[in-house]
């Protein structure tokens, strides 16, 4: 492997499975479903449901799961496979973007003497938790406070798991389905399946089940790469919650740059050392 070479498409322009499902324009019935399902309604036309998610390209490395305007409800959704207590905060930087979008497309005069109407800000966490972990919780922005603030932000972090969902499954089909496909995923890698061959097992199993079948069919590949990406990302957040050795965090960086999560020189930024050592390390893994 040459020394600064990238080995790995830049993750910017990859999508989750859960944005591909519920944030795209070819599959809004599905965005429709899951609104309906949270919030009680009855909505039937997907044209009522405009998407409004950020784009990492446009606003500079800030990117949402989904966020959608429905009537007078702008309603941001993230999704989380580990529990993020900061989720309001990443709330309140989301939401200022999103209006500041909102105020512009519509020509709001922000400065002048009328009151602007804004939509509601509805902020949903999907987390796929655990049997023992509550099915729902609030999070607020104000627990973060060292003093009083009068700024708040509140994240409802719903465990879609699926002992712990409700009927929030039973109302919402391809969330059932997003559900089914995730859990089987952890069940086979719990059995020793190698992440793709997990990945692709619980894809075929959903489809014999009638669980995403045309979705999957159809998209199978991409999924496979979706999920791979999803789990490249969640191993780097792990490593660097870690406090361990510098000499376990240079091999476990190591290995990331050979399985192509990171390039050489990222990886040398990250412990501290040359792009030589990190390469020798490398070359030790091969």
Known sequence: MATGAKVKTNRKYKDTVFRDLFGSEERKENALSLYNALNGTHYDNPDELELTTLDDVLYMGLRNDVSLLVGDDLSLWEHQSTRNPNMPLRGLKY????????????????????????????????????????????????????????????????????????????????????????????????????????????????????????????RRSNVIDMFMDEYDEEKIGALFREDGRQEGREQALAELVRDGVLDVKDAATRAGISEEEIAKLVAELA
């Open 95 to 218: 939401f200022a973007r999103l209006y500041a979008a909102h105020v512009e497309k519509n020509r709001l005069n922000e400065y002048g003497t009328r009151l602007l109407p804004l939509p509601t800000p509805r902020f949903v966490v999907f987390y796929v938790g655990g049997k023992g972990e509550p099915a729902a919780e609030a999070l607020r922005l104000s627990d973060a406070y060292e003093g009083e603030g009068a700024i708040e932000v509140t994240a409802t972090v719903i465990n879609v798991c699926s002992s712990q969902s409700g009927g929030l499954l039973s109302e919402c089909e391809p969330l059932a389905g997003y559900v089914r496909l995730v859990e089987l995923v952890r069940a086979n890698r719990s059995r020793g399946l190698p992440f793709d061959e997990a990945i692709g097992s619980a894809i075929q199993q959903c489809i014999d089940e009638g669980m995403l079948a045309d979705y999957l069919a159809w």
